[in-house]
């Protein structure tokens, strides 16, 4: 079983600063008497719709159990990078920040992190708690310095009305999808059974891993890319068919974000397609019409099982410019465990960083929850964690691959090999 973890968001890479830790903490947190001192801390805007009253919520908790004061300020995320790299250069971090699944290493390396191993493993059955995938991303030169917080998975989504109405089921291997797609573009001509979005990188890799692929492999200190191994071009070279080969997308696909997917997919137009854990509530309320007609299951691996899929989310972080680890980790353990993790995940639709926080998603019979759940528990997957992979999506590298095997630029032997030669460059700088 593949277990890796996706980034949040595309990153570049700060170059790495010498910082002297201010504080280090015992592992030891029993009760800290916080009475009169205040934490600062970043979290991202925009992932929970109702954040003000959990943010009052944890405050009001947060002081009764430590008698410290909390300052969270929501930073958005298409400034918060920048942001982080001015503020460690100059030495001005937050006690604690939200911290995108690639950030966490990029910042470890700038030395910016405080490691909290011994936090975790100073709380009994913590450590085996933590989402695999998550736990993953987070450690960094074999030392862990995010603590799991929230985390996304993509799996198959597709139209049941339309699956009903000719008598088929989700597809368990890859041969179900182009037999499910043979049908629906027959039936009906006017929708896509399966669009290839050029431009939407992680739709790629779970079809790498499903052929038993990998996207790069770390040997000492050397990464290389392995786009262009047998296998991975296997699972290029059948996503790439189902528009080339079967006609199941279209030529406008070809430059698609992920949310020009699901903008078509909302429309109509769309019969299957990958999608996140976060997005089925939106597309039914983009399009009321499609309450009851949408459906999840498990991507499929080649031949069955479940084909890894990227995950999505973010770690907290404590930063060693921060006056009392102690207490700082206090509240990351509030936030992070607990009903305050539950009520994070059901406000916002993503899953916890804790997999005793996901026994209520993994038991659920509702079919646009149980197939996520099971996608992150048994197929949680990642790019290389590693502070350089940012270079890599700033590059477009994955992208670009795609849309030259879709455009007919390339074929897939030579695509793969040069987007392999580009990964392992930048992987290496």
């Known amino acids: 079983m593949h277990k890796r973890i996706l980034p949040a968001l595309a990153i570049g890479t ?79 971090t937050p006690d604690i ?29 913590l450590r085996d708690d933590l989402v ?72 790629v890799y779970p079809w790498v891993w499903g052929a038993g692929g990998e996207v790069a492999t770390l040997d000492g200190k050397e990464w290389t890319s392995e786009l262009d191994s047998e296998k991975s071009q296997e699972g290029i070279q059948f996503y790439t068919d189902l528009a080339t080969k079967h006609g199941f997308s279209s030529a406008g696909a070809t430059t698609w974000k992920e949310t020009d997917l699901r903008d078509a997919f909302t429309q109509g137009n769309v019969a299957m397609m990958l999608s996140g854990s976060w997005t089925p509530k939106a597309l039914i309320e983009a399009n009321p019409d499609l309450d009851g007609k949408i459906g999840a299951a498990v991507i499929p691996g080649k031949d069955g099982g479940i084909a890894p899929s990227v995950l999505g989310g973010s770690h907290l972080s404590i930063f060693n410019t921060t006056k009392n680890a102690d207490l700082a980790w206090k509240f990351v353990q509030l936030m992070t465990t607990g009903k305050f993790a ?49 270079a890599v999506q700033a590059k477009k590298t994955t992208n670009s691959m795609l849309q030259a095997i879709l455009s007919g630029q390339k074929d897939v032997a030579t695509a793969t090999k040069d987007a392999a030669a580009e990964m392992t460059e930048l992987l290496n700088q």
């Open 14 to 92: 700060v170059a790495a600063l010498s910082l002297a830790a201010c504080s280090t903490g015992s592992g030891d947190t029993g009760s800290v008497d916080g009475k009169g001192q205040e934490l600062t801390v970043w979290i991202m805007k925009g992932t929970n719709p109702d954040s003000t009253a959990f943010y009052d919520a944890i405050s009001k908790e947060f002081k009764k159990e430590t008698g410290a004061t909390v300052k969270i300020e929501e930073v958005q995320w298409a400034d918060a990078h920048d942001r982080f790299v001015t503020s460690i250069a100059g030495g001005t």
């Open 97 to 125: 920040a939200e911290t995108g699944t690639t950030w966490t290493a990029e910042f470890a390396d700038a030395g910016a992190l405080l490691p909290i191993d011994e936090y975790v493993d100073g709380e009994k059955g």
């Open 132 to 203: 695999e995938g998550l736990e993953v991303a987070g450690t960094y030169d074999e030392e862990l310095y995010g603590m799991p917080w929230y985390a996304g998975v993509r799996s198959l989504v597709y139209r049941t009305d339309v699956f009903e109405e000719l008598g088929l089921d989700a597809p368990k291997n890859w041969d179900d999808i182009v037999a499910a797609g043979e049908a629906i573009k027959a039936a009906k001509p006017d929708m896509l059974p399966f669009p290839v979005p050029g431009d939407a990188e992680f739709q």
């Open 342 to 390: 539950e009520q994070w995940s059901q406000e916002t639709g993503y899953f916890p960083g804790v997999q005793s926080a996901m026994e209520e998603a993994l038991a659920s019979t509702d079919p646009l929850v149980a197939p996520f759940a099971q996608q992150m528990v048994e197929g949680g997957a990642s790019v290389p964690v590693t502070p350089n992979f940012g």
